[in-house]
T-cell receptor, first 110, second 113 residues
C-alpha cells in the first residue's frame, strides 16, 4: 500500500466548501484511493473511492490528479456533522486490509 | 439491514488475563477485519478473515488471535493481557473484494488494569 500524507488538522465554516488534500506519491497503477471518516465515538465510515477519474456521490466528491500522486476530497457544504477525522488510503488488493495513516481532523465552525 | 455489531461494548480486565471479543458482520458479508485504535498508534490493522480463513495479518504478536465461524461471525482473542493492550477494538465487515466498502462496528473499549 502507498504511504499517504495529510495535514493534521483543518478548519472550515459551516455551509462552506471544504477541500481535504492527500498526497500519495508512491501510488502504483493498480492502487485505489479510498476515503473514510471517523465521527467522534464511532467507528470509521466509508466516504468515497476512485482509481483514475473524479468521482461524486451523495456525501462528497473525489478529485484525483492526472498523475495520481495526489487527490482531494471535497465536501461541498460542510455541516457541523461533518466534523470528524478524515482518512485517505491508497492500496490494492481486497479492502479487508486497510492501512490507516493519522488522518486530518476537520473542525467545522458554526 | 442491521449493521455490524460488537460485544461487549466495554470491558475491564487485569494484566495477565485473556479476553474474547465478538463481532457479527452485516448479513451476506464474508470478510471480517479487526483493528486496534489507540491515541498513540492510531488505527492499526490486526487481521482479516474471509470464509473462515485468515487472509491477511498485521504486525501484532501471537497473543492476538482470531477466528471466523461458518456464519461469518468472528471472534478475536488476546491472551496474557498487557497494559498496552488497552484500546478500542474495531471490527469491520465487507463482501471481500477490491473496492468493497468496509462497514465498521462501534467497537469494544478494552481497559487493562
Amino acid at each position: 500500500d502507498a504511504k499517504t500524507t495529510q495535514p493534521n488538522s483543518m478548519e472550515s465554516n459551516e455551509e462552506e466548501p471544504v477541500h481535504l488534500p492527500c498526497n500519495h506519491s508512491t501510488i502504483s497503477g493498480t492502487d485505489y484511493i479510498h476515503w473514510y471518516r471517523q465521527l467522534p465515538s464511532q467507528g470509521p465510515e466509508y466516504v468515497i473511492h476512485g482509481l483514475t477519474s473524479n468521482v461524486n456521490n451523495r456525501m462528497a466528491s473525489l478529485a484525483i490528479a492526472e498523475d495520481r500522486k495526489s487527490s482531494t476530497l471535497i465536501l461541498h457544504r460542510a455541516t457541523l456533522r461533518d466534523a470528524a477525522v478524515y482518512y485517505c488510503l491508497a492500496g490494492s488488493g481486497n479492502t479487508g486490509k486497510l492501512i490507516f495513516g493519522q488522518g486530518t481532523t476537520l473542525q467545522v465552525k458554526p | 439491514k442491521a449493521g455490524v455489531t460488537q460485544t461487549p461494548r466495554y470491558l475491564i480486565k487485569t494484566r495477565g488475563q485473556q479476553v474474547t471479543l465478538s463481532c457479527s458482520p452485516i448479513s451476506g458479508h464474508r470478510s471480517v477485519s479487526w483493528y486496534q485504535q489507540t491515541p498513540g498508534q492510531g488505527l492499526q490493522f490486526l487481521f482479516e478473515y474471509f470464509s473462515e480463513t485468515q487472509r491477511n495479518k498485521g504486525n501484532f504478536p501471537g497473543r492476538f488471535s482470531g477466528r471466523q465461524f461458518s456464519n461469518s461471525r468472528s471472534e478475536m482473542n488476546v491472551s496474557t493481557l498487557e497494559l498496552g493492550d488497552s484500546a478500542l477494538y474495531l471490527c469491520a465487515s465487507g463482501l471481500g473484494g477490491e473496492t468493497d466498502t468496509q462497514y465498521f462496528g462501534p467497537g469494544t473499549r478494552l481497559t487493562v488494569l
